[in-house]
């Protein structure tokens, strides 16, 4: 019973396994970490089958009854930027017009979609979609585990919130997980200006004049300067290159070292990205 | 750096306490439980404040009535005094004291002479100091004065040879009541 006001529960879920990071407050700080690879989906519905293994691994750790955060692969979300119509009157109006955005990207209705934005008037805004049986066997989840949701958010997301005060105006973010790049570039007002979800090839990101070259061809893409700061969370084995960087034009950072004692926010999603 | 907010979780009450974090919405009922009580107790401060005061007012007032009451006591206390004052004077004025020296003289023959006479007008006792020539002639005074239909229960209180004297008189004092109220 109110089990949630002092234990916590981060369920980091990918499309090949998911983690569960439990870890209780104030009087007794315990931890425990599950981690379990992803079944093949017997039914049509694989997010539902993922739910139900997570729901199993749930009361076999008897993890019930949890404030439970739920980080969300990038893989599994669509992410993309918006520019606000002019005129914007109602909530509505900035509806249809990520709902438009949308359908004109990836060509799909959005009615399969939940989608769920950063909502402003003023400047472009990030936006992002999971697939509605996500959300409905997320829902069945919440019921049979008893959790109560305190954020549902993709890793690139939270990773961003994580270190937002520490990035300077004018940076790029990269977060990298299971072969996908995430680019958030901050403008002069410290706010997000722009954002890529991208597919890149072991080849673009091996060394570091070739991820150079990606940036500057996604730069060229969403019509921005090329980079001149790059800051990366943390160093993943794909960018060993970062800790001996070479390039005068570009600055790499990267967080962790910088700020050794700041502690990542979700360091289960690794593991679940990992498929470990 | 502004949050990006994005939510997937749905908007329910419970969600909002964790968003907000759980321990800051305690402290801040804590504080507003702090503020409450604390507006409370000024609040019954300031009652009991303004009944003390009342009732320091209406001790106040209380204490001037009973100083104003005392005062007039003791004007009247001290009218009472100078009335009493009066009356004794008055009494003392009004007491014949011809008619008494003539009757207690009037007993006393040449052999008896009457020193003092010191009638008191609230206890009607009367006090004589007299001489005789001797012991036979104040013995005759005191039968004679016994004679007397205004006085009552005469007494010899003391009586000596005065040696002061040449002739060496007996001087004796003595005692009676006055009968009868003193005239006014």
């Given at each position: 019973m109110l089990k949630w006001i002092h234990s916590n529960l981060t369920i980091s879920l990918s499309s090949q396994a998911f983690v569960l990071h439990q870890h209780t407050r104030w009087w007794s700080k315990t931890s425990q970490l599950v981690t379990q690879n992803l079944a093949p989906a017997k039914t049509v519905d694989h997010f539902q089958s993922h739910c139900e293994q997570i729901t199993r691994a749930i009361h076999l750790n008897n993890l019930t009854g949890c404030a439970t955060t739920l980080v969300i692969s990038d893989e599994l979300v669509r992410q993309w930027v918006v520019e606000p119509p002019q005129?914007?009157?109602?909530?509505d109006d900035l509806k249809a017009a990520v709902s438009a955005r949308f359908q004109a990207l990836y060509g799909d209705s959005p009615a399969a979609w939940q989608i769920e934005a950063d909502w402003k008037t003023d400047r472009p805004f990030l936006a992002s979609a999971i697939p509605k049986n996500l959300a409905v066997a997320l829902d069945g989840l919440a019921k049979k585990c008893q959790l109560e949701w305190r954020q549902i958010a993709p890793h690139s997301v939270m990773l961003f919130n994580r270190w937002r005060n520490i990035l300077p105006p004018n940076t790029w973010m990269v977060t990298f997980e299971n072969g996908r790049l995430s680019l958030t570039v901050t403008n002069a007002q410290r706010v997000v200006g722009a954002y890529r979800h991208i597919s890149c090839e072991a080849s673009e990101i091996a060394t570091e004049q070739n991820f150079i070259k990606l940036l500057n061809r996604e730069a060229l893409r969403m019509n921005l300067p090329s980079p001149k700061q790059v800051y990366f969370p943390r160093i993943w084995t794909e960018f060993n290159w970062l800790q001996h960087t070479t390039d005068k034009n570009v600055s790499f950072n990267v967080l962790s070292i910088i700020y050794p004692d700041v502690i990542s926010l979700v360091p289960a999603m690794e593991l679940a990205s990992s498929g470990a | 750096m502004q949050t990006i907010d994005i939510e997937f979780a749905p908007k329910t009450p419970v969600h909002a306490l964790l968003k907000a974090g759980v321990a800051s919405v305690v402290l801040s009922l804590v504080a507003l439980c702090m503020v409450v009580g604390l507006g409370i107790y000024v609040s019954l401060v300031d009652q009991v404040t303004e009944g003390l005061l009342e009732e320091n007012l209406m001790l106040e007032q209380q204490t001037n009535a009973l100083q104003s009451d005392k005062k007039k006591t003791d004007k009247n206390t001290k009218n009472n005094t100078n009335q009493q004052a009066l009356t004794s004077v008055a009494s003392q004025l009004n007491l014949p004291w011809g008619e008494l020296l003539r009757a207690f003289d009037s007993r006393a023959s040449n052999q008896v002479a009457l020193l003092e006479f010191n009638p008191d007008t609230n206890t009607h006792l009367i006090k004589i100091v007299a001489e005789a020539r001797n012991s036979a002639q104040m013995t005759n005074y005191i039968e004679g004065l016994k004679k007397l239909k205004v006085i009552d229960d005469i007494k010899l209180t003391h009586h000596e040879i005065n040696t002061t004297e040449p002739l060496l008189p007996i001087r004796f004092e003595l005692e009676a009541y006055w009968v009868g109220a003193f005239p006014r």
């Open positions: 005129n914007v009157e109602s909530l | -």
